[in-house]
């Protein structure tokens, strides 16, 4: 079992920063790539940035250049730095990872970006 927990969320004026932890418990060491998604109101839940137990990255076209995604494996850790936010940032933010084919998901945690 893997369990995952996501913290760091709250409400920022556009242009500002905040940075999400996810944190990951349980049979760790089945871990590789861990994701950030977001799902904004109305909307699809979708793909903001991955980041693999190596350390490759990948993001979405709307985020690059804005958001980083990093990893420390030594805490179980996976971050995402978010800078310039804009109010169509705002969502609730979701960790995710596959643990024996089947996604798991964290609780998320709420960023709301004011204009």
């Known amino acids: 079992q893997v369990q995952l927990v996501e913290s760091g969320g709250g409400l920022v004026q556009a242009g500002g920063s905040l940075r999400l932890s996810c944190v990951a418990s349980g049979s760790i060491f089945g871990i590789g790539i861990i994701d950030w998604y977001r799902q904004a109101p109305g909307k699809q839940r979708e793909l903001v940035a991955g980041i693999t137990r190596g350390g490759t990255t990948n993001y979405q076209d709307s985020v690059k250049g804005r958001f980083t995604i990093s990893r420390d494996n030594g805490k179980n850790t996976v971050y995402l730095q978010m800078n310039s936010l804009k109010p169509e940032d705002t969502a609730v933010y979701y960790c995710?990872?596959?643990?024996?084919?089947?996604?798991?998901w964290g609780q998320g945690t709420l960023v709301t970006v004011s204009s």
């Open positions: 995710h990872t596959v643990f024996r084919s089947l996604g798991v």
